[in-house]
Nanobody, 116 residues
């Protein structure tokens, strides 16, 4: 089992920045990749960004490329999402994800609201 704890959400004005953190614990197995997904009210959960733990390969949704940056600290089993130039359409609940032994694990979610 993998437990994921997210932090860093909140209210920010358009054009502002936030950094999300997600700490993983409890796994006796290797975590292969971690990432962030988001879900706006009435919409499906969509990929934001992922990163592999071995080589740091990243993948981003087109809507966030050049604005959001994912990174990881393997020693701390933590993944970060730096979000810059935030837009109102980035408003959503952001969920941390970890892939371990072909099983997906999810955090509880953290609200990000972009509004003036």
């Amino acid at each position: 089992q993998v437990q994921l704890v997210e932090s860093g959400g909140g209210l920010v004005q358009p054009g502002g920045s936030l950094r999300l953190s997600c700490a993983a614990s409890g796994s006796n197995f290797r975590i292969n990749a971690m990432g962030w997904y988001r879900q706006a009210p009435g919409k499906q959960r969509d990929l934001v960004a992922t990163i592999t733990t071995s080589f740091g390969n990243t993948n981003y949704a087109d809507s966030v490329k050049g604005r959001f940056f994912i990174s990881r600290d393997n020693a701390k089993n933590t993944v970060y999402l730096q979000m810059n130039s935030l837009k109102p359409e980035d408003t959503a609940v952001y969920y941390c994800n970890a892939l371990s032994q072909l099983t997906n694990y999810w955090g509880q979610g953290t609200q990000v609201t972009v509004s003036s």
